[in-house]
């Protein structure tokens, strides 16, 4: 089965009249690495809120279709039921984290989940150590660098040990290097971890050749899906 399955998923933000995702099907499997790229305002972001269930658990409007994550439907589930399959890393790491200390950023969720307090400090070193920043338990998130807050955002999702990672605009603030620090992580993840990997990014070039597979987006729909080759090939 695929990890990630829509069927016909049509959704309209609260207030509005047109679909921002429009009749929109795909399947993503398990240990895939895909890109989803498209011009600004086509639905990707909301695509990806989609997948971990803030559409429809937080975001009001119309959702029609089917999305399955896990086998698991996730109109008809919590947040919280999804966030040990699923992972969100928004683009602005200020915007996700919300803690003063690495370590509490990195418990964060867990902590929230009940998980048993000797377990979250196996995580903490786990998951630190997975995106390159061991030894940042003590530090202050607010003094470290752009890169830097994001690895610990990735952290701080990896912590809920989901076995999909979705990356959205992740590198959008980042300088070059960092940017390459990100991709490098997220190829670590995929192939020594095994995570599936989602990202949508604009800087296409760059990462293209690390994928499996590439979805365009237009207005809401997949218009083309293929290997980096047969994207590039034809477009
Ligand atoms: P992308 O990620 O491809 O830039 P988005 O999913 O962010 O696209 O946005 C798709 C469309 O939905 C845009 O027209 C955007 O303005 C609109 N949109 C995004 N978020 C909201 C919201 N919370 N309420 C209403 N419209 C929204
Ligand atoms: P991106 O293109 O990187 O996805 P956007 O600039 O489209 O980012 O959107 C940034 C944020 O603004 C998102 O959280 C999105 O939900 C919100 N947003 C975008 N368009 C609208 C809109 N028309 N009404 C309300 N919120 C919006």
Known sequence: NPTIQLKNVTYIYEDETEPVLEDLSLEIYKGEFVLIVGPSGCGKSTLCQTFNGIIPNVMEGRIGGEIIVEDKDVLQLELKD?????????????????NIYVEDEVAFAPENLKVDPAEIRERIVNCLDKV???????RKVFELSGGQKQKVGIASVLSMEPSTLV??????????????????????????YGHTIVVVENKIDDIMHLVDRVLVMDEGKIVKEGTPQDILETS
Not at 88 to 96: H, I, S
Not at 132 to 138: H, P, S
Not at 178 to 192: N, V, Y
């Open 82 to 98: 999804l966030s040990t399959s699923m992972g969100l890393v928004f683009q602005d790491p200020d915007a996700q984290l919300c």
């Open 167 to 192: 990356l959205d605009n992740a590198t959008a603030n980042l300088d070059p290097q960092a940017t390459k620090d990100i991709f490098d992580l997220m190829q670590i993840l995929h192939k020594d």
């Open 132 to 138: 390159g920043m061991q030894g940042f338990e003590n």
